[in-house]
């Protein structure tokens, strides 16, 4: 609403400013660049968001250094732009704001094209010519928009279970034949199913999207997918064909039986609208006349337990015209819920996004060839295998090996994740599984021809995960912290599985909140997952319940529950992704579930202190009786974020300008933190409980939860504890994210590097000495010494330690927002352990940001890049005596950059966008 408001009043000073676009000859040549609508999307279709706002970035030049205005204009037709606009021209804007400006025209409907255009003004008040047309195109944004009918076969009279008792829903296959009688000018397919569908049109895959829908709480929000599918089509006969399987709707999920014994059919959905060149409409749609199958190929399919595929069930083609479904029967066709929401899919969906070889074969066992791809991931095997007509071929997936060789699987519990493929005939096959994924790096074969030696090439690893790039990278002269970084980039590819997942391979892989919060700042780092996080968060705020409180998995499938610290994820996430992208709509949307949240804990608390359920700060290394929990008692934790809410949802309150909710908040967190002092904090700065955790002094120090006078007394007791334990860290999940935290603010950056370079157990690199390409749920999850940690929790592909990522990026490197969203950057880099060099970069909504340092003889070189549109703050180590070059020249003969302050050891310098080498010496 504030956004709105201010661009509001944006418009009205536009009015008295001179006209800077209209007719003017540009005086700069580039134009701006990277035109995204909302969330980062680029020319979408099907697009969810008919409230957009408008981002781009302003072209690298030494020239352009900043913007003073823009002009947007919003048009129905490309030919209307850049004069013409009928949807919306926002007029000549002062404003240096490139990013997030919404749109202010006449209301968006569905299926609705949308073409879009900007320009800028400079530093300079010269004018750059218009972008190139952008253009976004509305999905079915609702419900009634579907002419369509959920359609499924009959349910079975009897399901048939397998070996473990879990019941079978076999995968249906759906079809239609119809004619087209015209030339096409555009076709898009709109489909969903509640389990997880392919479609294909006349025998061809549509779009190159697995596992979708993906998750959502199905019995409120089910997202929907777009595609252009023009050329799939013919003038004339056509067929198009759904093959719908489990996934999360009807499949075994969550470790629990009652969770997935009574599950219901799959159903699916979809309208095909078609645009003829003459301007005649017509829609396919799935209704009562459409024929299914259970009896194809795919025979069996779940998410745990894997894939059987029966070759000699293949109906070749099956979704092409001419096809005889003679045996099919018609489907049984419903009509929508009203209460469930039909809405475009908020982020792109899971696709395959690498391959992985096979470095390596062994054969432990007689007929039993392990493939090693080097590295845990997840996805599907791509086969390409000899095999004898109806020998059936095992396929199994394990994410280490025992001593002998052998398959590793206890760790997956009851998930069988076992794909089996049952020849039709002899000779080589091609084959992937398509409704299940596996975490992985070994794969073993058997049944196949034994006849022919096995070959590396058999076996490919399809690495699949929600569709988006990388958004930043690091590296180092130290290679296992190189490893670390490699590690955690393969944690979330992993684990962001179109929801954040706790880990991808047993029989789990649900929405752990805690595990989401603790990684939010280091994902955002490495990968753009802005709009994977706000379409998640979608999910956590339907999965709120009534009291306010937020469940620990979402989509929810476990009941009404609640855990401190994982349901922070509530305000710490949206806190997270609008500090930094700077996109306020995160906080607009999610401000009255962080309220709520608040209010449960305040419903809760007694004289603030908040003692709440918790899982703890899980898996801490050393805890007493072996608890998972950890030694921090609830009560600690609970109040602790109970501190952390009020806070988030204060600062929240202060961006969106509710400034009595603001001052409400500000004194409850205040005395949330008078309480938390009091409670848990003798006079002497010691815990008072029974043990004395570094975490417990963690949360003290990192969510400021003592007055700075105690954080004094405080700080000693968490070196002490920390130097008690050899300089190791003694944390879980909730405490490990904080150390870097705390003793950076606290200027204990070298004791800080001492803890993650430590070799030894409980520590980063402890786990990468034992042979780790992923993150582990626990610092042993195995050792060559030990073998490997309890199998009932120890999963090889667990991303909350990852956390660490932020300071890596933050503090190693040294590149972190000063104003939400990198408006202004901080550049402060802090040289240290054993490192020679590190740099990173990070593609930030203006541009890419860069920092790179490295020691050499005269002092130290810090190579820095600052985007267009933005300013910077760089803290850069000196000694005093010591001095800085910039570009090889003296500071003083620089107009981009001045030195705001320096002290014995570091100068705060101010730059203007550009590229920098600065140099220190005597
Ligand atoms: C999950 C965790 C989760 C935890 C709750 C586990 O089973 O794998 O990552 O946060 O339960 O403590």
Not at 121 to 136: C, I, L, R, T, Y
Not at 362 to 381: A, H, K, T, W, Y
Not at 419 to 426: F, G, K, L, R, V
Not at 866 to 878: D, E, G, K, R, V
Request: proline fraction near 5%; charge should be negative; include cysteine.
């Amino acid at each position: 609403m504030i956004t709105k408001l201010r661009s509001k009043t944006l418009l009205v000073l536009a009015a008295v400013i001179i006209c800077f676009s209209c007719g003017r000859d540009s005086s700069i040549s580039e134009a701006p660049g990277s035109l995204v609508v909302s969330e980062g999307f680029e020319n979408p279709i099907g697009f969810y968001d008919n409230e957009p706002s408008f981002s781009w970035k302003l072209p690298d030049s030494e020239t352009i250094k900043s913007q003073t205005g823009y002009r947007i204009v919003v048009a129905g037709n490309s030919k209307l732009l850049p004069k013409k606009a009928d949807l919306w021209d926002s007029g000549d804007v002062s404003s240096d704001q490139s990013a997030w400006i919404e749109y202010d025209g006449p209301p968006l409907i569905s299926r609705q094209k949308v073409y879009w255009q900007v320009m800028f003004v400079d530093q300079d008040g010269n004018s750059s010519p218009w972008s190139q047309v952008a253009s976004f195109e509305l999905g079915l944004l609702k419900t009634d928009d579907w002419k369509a009918k959920w359609i499924s076969l009959a349910a079975e009279e009897k399901r048939d279970t397998t070996e473990k008792g879990h019941s079978i829903i076999r995968p249906q296959y759906l079809r239609k034949a119809f004619e087209l009688d015209g030339d096409i000018e555009q076709a898009r397919l709109y489909v969903t199913s509640r389990g997880v569908f392919e479609a294909q049109i006349n025998g061809q895959k549509v779009g190159h999207d697995v596992m979708t829908p993906g998750w959502t709480p199905y019995d409120k929000r089910i997202e929907t997918l777009s595609y252009e599918v023009k050329d799939y089509l013919n003038k004339g006969e056509n067929a198009i064909g759904l093959i719908v399987g489990d996934g999360w709707f009807s499949g075994r999920i969550g470790y629990n039986r009652k969770h997935w014994i009574h599950k219901p059919v799959p159903t699916a959905i979809c309208q095909l609208e078609i645009i003829y060149k003459n301007g005649k409409k017509e829609t396919i749609h799935s209704d009562s006349e459409w024929f299914g199958t259970r009896k194809g190929p795919i025979s069996f399919s779940s998410i745990y337990d894997g894939e059987v595929y029966d070759a000699n069930l293949e109906m070749k083609g099956w979704s092409n015209p001419g096809f005889e479904a003679d045996t099919w029967i018609p489907v049984e066709a419903k009509d929508m819920d009203a209460d469930i929401n039909l809405v475009p899919k908020r982020h792109l969906a899971v696709k395959e996004k690498s391959r992985l070889t096979a470095l390596n074969i062994s054969e432990p066992e007689p007929g039993r060839i392990v493939f090693d791809l080097g590295q845990n991931m997840v996805g599907i095997p791509d086969l390409k295998i000899p095999v004898i007509k109806n020998q059936k071929v095992t396929i199994r997936f394990a994410e280490m090996l025992e001593q002998d060789g052998k398959m590793y699987t206890v760790n997956y519990r009851s998930a069988m994740s076992t794909d089996y493929y049952i020849p039709s005939a002899d000779g080589v096959i091609s084959w992937q599984p398509k409704f299940t994924f596996h975490g992985f790096r070994y794969v073993e074969l058997s049944g196949f021809d034994e006849s022919v030696s096995p070959q590396k090439e058999w076996v490919t690893g399809i690495v699949q995960y929600s569709d988006f790039e990388k958004s930043g990278y690091f590296s180092s002269s130290h290679d296992k912290l190189n490893k670390l970084q490699s590690n955690i980039n393969w944690g979330l590819k992993g684990n962001f599985f179109d929801i954040p997942t706790d880990c991808p391979q047993r029989d789990e892989r649900l929405g752990w909140t805690g595990d989401a919060q603790v990684i939010a700042p280091s994902s955002i780092f490495n990968c753009d997952v802005h709009a994977f996080w706000t379409s998640w968060l979608q999910s956590v705020r339907e999965e709120q319940q009534e009291d306010g409180s937020i469940p620990f998995v979402v989509p929810n499938i476990l009941g009404k529950n609640f855990s401190s610290g994982w349901a922070d994820a509530a305000t710490v996430i949206p806190w997270e992704i609008y500090f930094r992208t700077g996109d306020k709509k995160v906080l607009e949307e999610n401000y009255e579930m962080m309220k709520s949240l608040v209010g449960y804990y305040k419903s809760k608390a007694v004289n603030h202190i908040a003692n709440v359920n918790t899982f703890g700060d899980w898996l801490q290394p050393y805890a007493k009786n072996n608890r998972n929990g950890g030694d921090t008692p609830n009560d600690l934790i609970g109040t602790a974020y109970y501190a952390r809410s009020v806070d988030l949802t204060m600062k929240a309150a202060e961006v969106l300008g509710y400034s009595k909710e603001y001052t409400e908040f500000k004194a409850l967190r205040d005395s949330v933190r008078r309480a938390f002092e009091m409670e848990f904090i003798d006079s002497q700065g010691k815990l008072t409980t029974e043990n004395e955790t570094q975490t417990g002094y963690l949360m003290a120090l990192g969510f400021d939860l003592v007055s700075q006078e105690m954080a004094q007394k405080v700080l000693p007791r968490l070196i002490s504890k920390i130097n008690e334990a050899d300089n190791h860290l003694r944390t879980g999940f909730l405490g490990t994210p904080l150390l870097a935290t705390v003793l950076d603010k606290y200027g204990l950056t070298d004791l800080m590097y001492t803890i993650l370079f430590k070799e030894t157990y409980p520590s980063w690199f402890y786990s990468i000495n034992q042979g780790a390409t992923t993150m582990w749920e626990r610092w042993n999850s195995y050792s060559h010494e030990d073998g490997f940690g309890d199998a009932g929790m120890n999963s090889f592909n667990h991303y909350a330690y990852g956390a660490i990522g932020q300071w890596m990026y933050e503090r190693i490197a040294g590149i972190s927002p000063l104003d939400p969203g990198y408006k202004r950057i901080l550049i402060a880099p802090v040289p240290g352990g054993p490192l020679k060099f590190a740099e990173a970069e990070y593609n930030s909504i203006y541009g890419k940001i860069s920092s790179g340092w490295r020691k050499v003889d005269t002092g130290l070189e810090l190579k820095v890049t600052i985007p267009p549109n933005t300013t910077a703050q760089i803290i850069i180590p000196i000694k005093k005596g010591m001095k800085l070059l910039v570009d090889n020249a003296d500071l003083v003969n620089q107009t981009e950059v001045s030195v705001v302050m320096r002290d014995e050891t570091s100068m705060v310098l101010e730059a203007s966008p550009g590229s920098y080498l600065f140099k220190t010496m005597l």
